[in-house]
């Protein structure tokens, strides 16, 4: 092989490990690189039916041993017209006093996991961070409308258009020899 041939070939292959170790750093930041920590909260769904929710509310502000004070009337988050943003509060509470994980997380099918902080003015809702349990391996977060905003789409895509590269590559390197 000439010399020529044989620094193009480098050079795709450097341009190559670049874009992957691109990808790689972007797939990490989004919380693809499996030791990012995430924070998670704990829900109710906005397809919840009132009574439900009321019923999933009542149990986990009583036996459930939820700490429900910030929701009642002068608290931060007390919003008597919003019953989600209610029930998600204590949802949350129980949630992080109880490990988070999809068990905890379930009220009945009233309530999901999400990685959308759902604080509102001068409620704010603590974290799976904040419960100190680093050790959270639950199934991809989802709002509470149903939809996977987790990194795995995004970093799915960044995969593919690795591959794509990857096979475009392979494809010129018998072209130029």
């Known amino acids: 092989m000439n010399s020529q041939i044989r620094s193009q070939m480098d050079s795709g292959v450097a341009l190559l490990f670049a874009l992957f170790s691109l990808l790689s750093a972007a797939a990490a930041a989004q919380g ?4 990012a920590a995430r924070e998670l909260w704990c829900v109710a769904k906005n397809n919840a039916e009132d009574a439900a929710l009321q019923s999933a509310l009542d149990w986990t502000c009583g036996p459930g041993g939820a700490d429900c004070g910030p929701i009642q009337n ?3 988050c007390y919003d008597a017209a919003d ?8 949802f ?3 949630f992080l006093k109880h490990g988070p994980s999809e068990e905890t997380c379930n ?3 009233t309530a999901a996991i999400t990685d959308l902080n759902p604080s509102h003015g001068s409620c704010k809702f603590p974290s799976s961070l904040t419960a100190g349990n680093g050790n959270f391996s639950g199934a991809a977060a989802v ?3 149903g939809v996977d905003p987790s990194s795995a789409i995004s970093v799915t895509r960044h995969v593919v258009i690795l591959g794509s590269l990857v096979n475009c ?3 010129a390197i018998p072209l130029v020899l």
């Open 32 to 35: 693809g690189g499996g030791g």
């Open 74 to 76: 002068g608290g931060p």
């Open 83 to 90: 019953l989600q943003k209610t029930a998600s509060f204590a």
């Open 92 to 94: 949350n509470d129980y």
């Open 107 to 109: 009220f009945a099918n």
């Open 143 to 145: 709002d509470s409308g």
């Open 169 to 171: 590559m392979l494809f």
